[in-house]
């Protein structure tokens, strides 16, 4: 079954001010969360 969870990584994120380098993901198309250094936190996600 493929996840519908993506993982941006490394992304520089505004918020509309600058926030610095994050991850972000997402889930059936919308942004869920934004930190940094997710990865481990959501193995199932597909990174991008």
Do not use: W
């Amino acid at each position: 079954m493929e996840s519908n969870l993506f993982l941006i990584t490394n992304a520089d994120v505004f918020t509309p001010e600058a926030i610095g380098k994050n991850d972000v993901l997402v889930a059936g198309g919308k942004i869920i969360a934004i930190r940094p250094q997710m990865a481990s936190q959501v193995p199932m996600a597909k990174i991008i």
